[in-house]
């Protein structure tokens, strides 16, 4: 009998996990029947009510809820479901997918979220993009992330667990010793946004005041704030904080009200009026708030807890008047009308274009009162300022509409065009006043003091075109304005670059980017070019085909490695020094086949010889040498001069073959393990324009100098080459012999 009833609560459990919430249901209620343990009667009440909500019988589950309340008072785990459906439902509501019952993904939430908010306006400003993902607010003290994307100073600050932060953008974490503020940004959204930027130093004053329990001077900054940027969400938000630590909480419930009307996808904000809702004493109102801030962020740890202290509350059986407490439980669900009411109500109300103080020249904001009696009365009077603005633009553009059609246009009816007609005209409003104090200047780079190309941001906030940045590495790990070491940036080597940099000259400095970037084009064809001012290392001889590993250490060799690794050619050519011409006249070009680096910039590289090569011109190029080369091939030869050429092949590989196999053992591994074994025999003698490669790693390997190794490379006949071998490995057996 137990196998049998543990078969069917498998079978229920599967049954909840395939959405057939009827039969686990079923399953459940079955089990109850027969069962008298109190703990395992009100477990299995929980999962039966479980399956009833997300079956849509709301009526019957928190009844079955209210039931096993009485047997003892519910935990978090036992409303965990419970939770995730009601937060689901709203988001489902909110998305028109309410016919969807099942559980909505985690992956489908954020989406969604993302989606709404680029609909909504991330600031309300017209300024999406110099928004922070993480507070929806504008950008005040930006810092820089190692992925390159951007944050306020203070809510990384505010999010970081353990030295580690995730990026809201990305999702990749990262451990960060210190938040430093990104100079050039700040700077440039503190000359673009005076007033934003303003808003953004009261709210951080008084955030101090706050944390010293002043209070007063606290919401006396932040009244000031709201004077000057009557749209910031946050602003209203943390004086609802303010309003509550003294006790104001019909004014704490305003201030959240207000900011939910603003950004209505931005959860803390739901969080603060849930809170004030709370110390009402309106609990039903603010478990409402709490779940659409869960149906917002399902991580938000605050509104899980208080939600599940909230609903044990609602079901625990404390007086005979909790069932009809709870009766009007489905106005939880009314998220969607409400969420509705407030986009739609508010964007009217609060036209973007109308209510940035920074771009709206028509209205001015009226001067702060001293008395706290006229806060209201300056919001209010504030607002209705703005709503006599809109309505007058409104007018304007209406009458602009109608000598549109007079003239034979056609005048757009639809709401929806006219609603993307007005959102252009916001965008066109904010790019034509920001491009009107736009500086090219504020956007160079003060190294190369050029438009930033593929700008970084270092640990330290400073920010440099990406190749300006590596080329200060090479010969010093600091950092070349403030001098902070960044040895650990240099081993970490993510230069990512900074996105929002990015996308502000891509917008506003169009023409200047293209300039810039056919510079660089330029640069890098003059580069890729492996005929004219081809990078040359002079150092030890190379041959085809053989392995050439290379320590790399001084700084305009670690460039030209850098280089002909963003070039794509991953070639360069070696050379052996010349006293006279600076290196010989005669090399082999080397392919990079892989870069290893090192903590202090140091790297090893390895490489392996492909084509031979005659310096036609000697030159250098930022510190390295560089020359104009032509290319060598052997001369093919046929008829009986091939054969003749066979033989002689054959003859000098036995000899080779010989000379290798008298070395000792220690010898044979120690050059095996730096150049690998002896190849073997080509199939076809001429089939390669540099000859056999056993003869290059023959040379490789001889006990010669590196002057007598030269001619060798030279030489553009198999014949003399194999000779030449031949006279060395003869001399060689000569010398042994003695």
Not at 184 to 197: C, D, E, G, I, Q
Not at 409 to 424: I, V
Not at 445 to 465: A, D
Request: charged letters at 25%; hydrophobic letters at 35%.
């Amino acid at each position: 009998m137990g196998t049998e009833s543990e078969s069917m609560l498998l079978l229920a459990a599967k049954a909840f996990q395939c959405k057939n919430f009827e039969l686990a249901a079923d399953i459940y209620e079955c089990h109850l029947a027969g069962l008298g343990d109190p703990g395992s009667r009100q477990e299995l009440m929980v999962k039966r009510a479980d399956a009833l909500a997300f079956g849509g019988k709301l009526t019957e589950a928190f009844d079955m809820y209210r039931q096993a309340s009485e047997i003892e008072r519910l935990k978090p785990a036992h409303l965990d479901n419970l939770v995730e459906y009601l937060s689901g439902s709203i988001r489902r509501q909110h998305r028109g997918h309410s016919q969807n019952r099942g559980p909505v993904r985690r992956e489908e939430a954020e989406a969604a979220l993302a989606t709404e908010c680029q609909a909504v306006g991330a600031t309300g400003c017209g300024y999406e993009d110099l928004s922070c993902r993480i507070c929806l607010s504008f950008l005040f003290e930006p810092v820089t992330l190692p992925c390159g994307h951007c944050f306020c100073k203070a809510c990384l600050e505010r999010e970081r667990k353990e030295r580690s932060v995730m990026c809201k953008e990305c999702k990749d974490s990262f451990r960060v010793q210190s938040y430093r503020v990104n100079v050039v940004l700040s700077n440039l959204l503190a000359k673009w946004f005076p007033t934003s930027h303003q808003a953004g130093q009261l709210r951080r004053e008084g955030n101090g005041l706050y944390a010293e329990k002043k209070m007063e001077a606290a919401l006396e900054k932040y009244n000031q704030a709201i004077l000057i940027a009557p749209m910031d969400h946050k602003l209203f938000s943390n004086r609802s904080q303010i309003h509550s630590s003294l006790r104001h909480f019909e004014k704490a419930l305003r201030d959240a009200e207000m900011a939910c009307r603003l950004m209505p996808h931005w959860s803390k904000g739901h969080v603060r009026k849930a809170q004030a809702l709370v110390l009402l004493g309106r609990t039903e109102e603010a478990l409402r708030e709490y779940l659409v801030c869960l149906s917002i962020d399902p991580d938000c740890r605050l509104a899980k807890t208080e939600v599940h202290k909230l609903l044990s509350d609602l079901l625990a059986p404390v007086t005979d008047q909790v069932p009809e407490h709870i009766s009007d439980y489905t106005n939880i669900l009314s998220f969607r009308a409400h969420i509705k009411n407030n986009i739609n109500t508010w964007s009217q109300t609060f036209t973007p274009s109308l209510l940035s103080s920074e771009f709206s020249l028509t209205f001015t904001p009226p001067a702060p009162e001293k008395s706290e009696r006229c806060e209201v009365k300056d919001q209010q009077e504030l607002v209705d300022r703005r709503q006599d603005y809109s309505f007058a633009l409104k007018r304007k553009r209406r009458s602009r509409e109608e000598e549109k059609v007079e003239k034979g246009g056609q005048g757009k009816s639809d709401d929806s065009k006219k609603s993307k007609c007005d959102s252009a005209e916001v965008t066109d409003s904010f790019t034509s006043g920001v491009n009107e104090i736009m500086d090219p200047t504020d956007l160079e780079c003060s190294l190369c003091m050029r438009l930033f190309y593929e700008p970084v941001t270092t640990p330290c906030g400073h920010t440099f075109c990406l190749q300006c940045l590596e080329r200060c590495l090479d010969h010093n790990p600091k950092c070349p304005l403030c001098k902070e070491e960044l040895s650990e940036y240099l081993v970490q080597r993510q230069y990512c670059k900074t996105v929002l940099m990015e996308k502000l000259i891509s917008k506003y400095l169009p023409s200047e980017l293209i300039e810039r970037q056919i510079i660089h084009q330029e640069e890098i064809a003059e580069l890729s070019n492996l005929n004219k001012n081809v990078p040359i290392f002079v150092c030890t001889m190379a041959f085809p085909t053989v392995p050439c590993p290379l320590h790399i250490f001084e700084p305009c060799y670690r460039l030209m490695i850098r280089r002909c690794m963003e070039t794509g050619t991953k070639c360069f050519g070696m050379c052996l020094g010349d006293n006279l011409k600076g290196f010989a006249s005669y090399g082999c070009l080397l392919e990079i086949r892989d870069v290893k680096f090192f903590s202090d910039g140091r790297s090893v590289v390895d490489t392996i010889g492909r084509r031979r090569f005659k310096v036609i011109q000697h030159s250098e190029r930022d510190g390295y040498n560089t020359a104009d080369i032509e290319y060598l091939e052997d001369v093919t030869v046929e008829g009986v001069t091939e054969q003749e050429l066979q033989s002689l092949h054959d003859t000098v590989y036995d000899q080779a073959l010989v000379w290798v196999n008298s070395l000792k053992a220690e010898q044979r591994e120690r050059i095996e393990g730096h150049f690998g074994p002896m190849p073997g025999k080509d199939s076809v003698l001429q089939c390669s324009p540099n000859g056999p490669s056993w003869c290059w790693w023959l040379l490789a390997v001889l006990p010669l100098e590196g002057r007598a190794q030269l001619p060798f490379l030279a030489l553009t006949s198999l014949k003399d080459r194999l000779s030449g071998i031949r006279k060395v490995l003869r001399y060689m057996a000569h010398s042994r012999q003695r």
